[in-house]
């Protein structure tokens, strides 16, 4: 075995557990990265030349590569993903578990010998700003140099690392063996106790890049529940106004729904002056603060996103942000080596390979992008990044919005009455299942506060830990929900999205701040037709507001319905409040 790199930590819990991992694995190599840019040059010459990558066209798209995932491992898999704590119970009804010795016995058997012939890259990294109270150490062990390109923009990778923890033992431990690529040897496990993820079998986004969604969301859900803070699947944005003053919004979409897009959002002419600058379009952890208001850091250092639909009418700052240093998966390739995907500017190639390298032309019927194709970009590329960015403590969060993705039942927008209600109307977000994770596809399913795919333990005792947090806080966010993909008899989205959310965005912000008006309605506050500014909107009269912003109640006795399957799922550690909270709505409706 030999050893590259250069090992740049005395720290002997991490030496001790890499030479065991080393030891089960047996890699002829272990690479230890330092993440500098001498390397990441290196190591992206070898992923040419291993053929992982494909050098994309330098003139177009400088800096950028693109590279095909194994067909049948294109998403997330929850089927295949498991938390494993000492009871079923900890875990609870939303999470597929298994007893840990049990678990890792049969992953230890799976990884026993499966680097063999391969190398074994040592990646440090740090998630959250250096130095911030809220900033975790992780170390990911992995056989795949496209997940040490993708974790060289995801998070902040190298010797900073090994600088945060010091001598310390407090950090998580990732383990990652792509094995055959095989969906009967796919397994993600998280073992929260002991601040270990073990994931084989897949090469894909959020399965193998174990800070993002194993460590950031579902072991930090976990710590977060145990020390009083917490770990969401969410947005930060901050909105300035022509005057200056800010105000930053936190928002929970499931998967697919609109976080990116929303966290980049570019306010339309009418909105001159306006700005809305990116904190996180994905994760945000959030702390009380010594004001007593709750402050959220982002994390991440990159943007891993959903590719189609990505234009510059959409979202013009994405655009600008994936132009370089970008890594393209699963979309099409044109003949001249640049990219595309379905709802990229522009009419499609006359000719390109798809997803799969398969020859494409207009008239295929199949997508030539995958419809969870992404690009991992470096959030330094986006021109809205926000100069709170790398701000330890990180920003004060006005207002937390959830939403989904639906058809039908959901308005445009509400505010919820209070924290506790607020906690309920997270609690039972619904939303059409997308491409982000295999299966399912378009089905409406509950997914509270968009984790359910990520909470690391009992969903009931997360729903505690919410209502419990409103204890801690003196200036708790208001909440709200918004439903940007209502529908209208012909299928057509009723309401415009994309940049012209900033008029919903506008009235939540100045609801946060007591100068826009509402009605109160049985779901919550709700904007009258003159609250959300209208002005310059082409082809969106206030019949389509009141179309958009409506509630039928033939529609809500459907979703109640719903809601209680849920419920009645997590009956057995479900908190009171969110049972009350149910027959407050019954008897409102
Ligand atoms: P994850 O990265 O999977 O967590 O997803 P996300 O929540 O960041 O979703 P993203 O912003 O990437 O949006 C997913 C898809 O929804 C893309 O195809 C977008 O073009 C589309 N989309 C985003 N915002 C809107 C909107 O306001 N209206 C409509 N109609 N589509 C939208
Ligand atoms: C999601 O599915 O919510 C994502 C993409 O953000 S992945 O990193 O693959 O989980
Ligand atoms: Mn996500």
Redesign the pocket.
């Known amino acids: 075995m030999s050893t590259l790199g250069t090992c740049n930590t005395t720290n002997r819990h991490v030496l001790n557990w890499v030479n065991e991992m080393v030891a089960l694995c047996q890699p002829d190599r272990v690479f230890w990265c330092n993440g500098s840019e001498e390397e990441k040059q290196a190591l992206t010459e070898q992923a040419v030349a291993e053929g992982v990558l494909i050098r994309l066209n330098q003139e177009k798209l400088p800096g950028c590569y693109y590279h095909r995932s194994n067909p049948n491992d294109v998403a997330r898999v929850e089927q295949c993903t498991y938390i494993c704590t000492d009871t079923e119970a900890e875990a609870g009804p939303t999470n597929n578990w298994a007893p840990p010795k049990e678990m890792k016995e049969r992953l230890y058997a799976l990884a026993r010998g499966g680097m063999k012939g391969r190398t074994m890259y040592v990646i440090p990294y740090l998630m959250g700003p250096p130095g911030s109270p809220l900033a975790k150490v992780g170390l990911e062990l992995t056989d795949s140099i496209y997940v040490v390109l993708n974790m060289r923009i995801m998070t902040r990778m190298g010797d900073v690392a090994f600088r945060q923890l010091g001598s310390s033992e407090d950090f998580n431990r990732g383990l990652h063996c792509l094995l055959d690529v095989h969906p009967d040897r796919r397994y993600i496990c998280h073992f929260p106790r002991e601040n270990l993820i073990i994931s084989v079998g897949s090469g894909y986004g959020g399965n193998v890049l174990l800070g993002k969604k194993c460590l950031a969301l579902r072991i930090g859900s976990y710590l977060a529940q145990q020390q009083g803070w917490m770990a969401e699947?969410m947005?930060i944005l901050g909105v300035e106004s022509p005057s200056g003053e800010k105000t930053f919004v936190a928002a929970a979409?499931?998967?697919?729904?609109?976080?990116?897009?929303?966290?980049m959002l570019v306010p339309p002419p009418r909105f001159e002056g306006w700005k809305i600058w990116t904190v996180g379009?994905?994760i945000a952890w959030m702390r009380p603060g010594a004001d007593g208001r709750l402050y959220a850091i982002n994390p991440e250092m990159g943007y891993?996103?959903?590719a189609?639909?990505?234009n510059a009418r959409?979202?013009p700052n994405a655009m600008r942000t994936i132009a370089r240093d970008t890594i393209y998966t699963n979309v099409a390739l044109t003949p001249d080596l640049d990219v595309w995907w379905e709802?990229k500017d522009g009419p499609p190639p006359q000719e390109c390979l798809d997803w799969q390298g398969r020859r494409w032309t207009p008239e295929s019927r199949e997508k030539a992008a995958h419809p969870n194709s992404?690009f991992t970009a470096p959030a330094r590329n986006n021109p809205a990044l926000a100069p709170e960015f790398d701000d330890p403590n990180g920003v004060p969060i006005s207002a937390i919005i959830f939403g989904g993705r639906r058809a039908t039942t959901m308005p445009l927008v509400f505010e919820a009455f209070n924290w506790v209600h607020g906690v309920f109307v997270g609690a039972t977000i619904g939303s059409e299942m997308?491409a982000?994770a295999v299966g399912g596809l378009g089905q409406v399913r509950r997914d509270p506060m968009a984790m359910l795919p990520f909470c690391g333990y009992n969903m009931g005792d997360y729903f505690r830990h919410w209502l419990r947090m409103r204890k801690r806080l003196k200036y708790p966010p208001r909440i709200f929900h918004v439903n940007?993909?209502r529908r209208d008899a012909e299928g057509r989205?009723l309401?415009?999205?994309?940049g012209e959310?900033m008029r919903v965005l506008k009235w939540i912000v100045d609801r946060c701040r007591g100068r826009a008006n509402a009605y109160e309605t049985p779901l919550g506050w709700v904007p009258g037709p003159e609250d959300i500014d209208l002005t310059g909107l082409e082809n969106f009269t206030a019949t389509d507001l009141e179309k958009v912003l409506d509630i039928d109640i033939e529609e809500w006795r459907r979703e109640l319905i719903l809601q209680e399957e849920l419920f009645l799922k997590l009956y057995s550690h479900l908190p009171k409040e969110m049972i009350f909270q149910r027959e407050l709505l019954v008897a409102r409706l």
């Open positions: 699947h947005l979409f499931p998967s697919a729904c609109g976080k990116t897009n929303f966290a379009d994905d891993f996103g959903v189609p639909g990505t959409t979202n709802g992404r997308t982000a940007c993909f989205f309401w415009p999205g994309f959310n």
